[in-house]
C-alpha cells in the first residue's frame, strides 16, 4: 500500500468522523431547543380552572390576571375567567404568555390546563 493511499483513507475516515459529530451536534441542539422551548415547537391552547367564584377585584379573587410581563408586580392588561381559553405561544418559568381576542401578555401557569403536552 502506498503512503499516498493510507493518507487518502485516513482523511476519508476523518471527513466521516467529522460528519458524524456534525449530524450528532445538529441532533442533539434540535431536541435542546425542543425541550427548553415546547410551547413555541406547536400551537398550544389553554384554559383557565381553579378559580374563586366571587368575583372580587380589590382581593384579586375569581379571575386570572393577565400581565405586561412575567411577573405578579407587572401591569395587568387583561382578566380571564374559568373556562376562557386562550392561545400559548410561549412560558418564562411559571408564566404562559397567552394571548386572545384583541389581548396578550403573561399569565401564571398555575390556573391553566394546557395542550403542549
Given at each position: 500500500?502506498?503512503?499516498?493511499s493510507?493518507?487518502?483513507?485516513?482523511?476519508?475516515?476523518l471527513?466521516?468522523?467529522?460528519l458524524?459529530?456534525?449530524?450528532f451536534?445538529?441532533?442533539?441542539?434540535t431536541?435542546?431547543?425542543?425541550?427548553?422551548?415546547?410551547?413555541?415547537?406547536?400551537?398550544?391552547?389553554?384554559?383557565?380552572?381553579?378559580?374563586s367564584?366571587?368575583?372580587?377585584?380589590?382581593?384579586?379573587?375569581?379571575?386570572l390576571?393577565?400581565r405586561a410581563?412575567p411577573?405578579?408586580?407587572?401591569?395587568m392588561?387583561?382578566?380571564?375567567?374559568?373556562?376562557?381559553?386562550?392561545?400559548?405561544?410561549?412560558?418564562?418559568?411559571?408564566?404562559?404568555?397567552?394571548?386572545?381576542?384583541?389581548?396578550?401578555?403573561?399569565?401564571?401557569r398555575?390556573?391553566?390546563?394546557?395542550?403542549?403536552g
Amino acid at each position: 500500500m502506498s503512503l499516498k493511499s493510507v493518507f487518502a483513507n485516513k482523511s476519508a475516515s476523518l471527513a466521516k468522523a467529522a460528519l458524524s459529530a456534525a449530524a450528532f451536534v445538529t441532533v442533539a441542539a434540535t431536541l435542546q431547543i425542543g425541550i427548553a422551548t415546547p410551547v413555541q415547537a406547536q400551537y398550544c391552547e389553554g384554559t383557565v380552572h381553579g378559580l374563586s367564584r366571587s368575583y372580587n377585584l380589590a382581593r384579586g379573587t375569581g379571575f386570572l390576571a393577565v400581565r405586561a410581563g412575567p411577573s405578579a408586580s407587572a401591569p395587568m392588561v387583561h382578566q380571564l375567567f374559568t373556562g376562557d381559553t386562550v392561545e400559548i405561544t410561549d412560558r418564562r418559568g411559571n408564566w404562559y404568555f397567552v394571548g386572545g381576542d384583541g389581548f396578550e401578555g403573561w399569565a401564571h401557569r398555575n390556573w391553566m390546563s394546557n395542550s403542549c403536552g
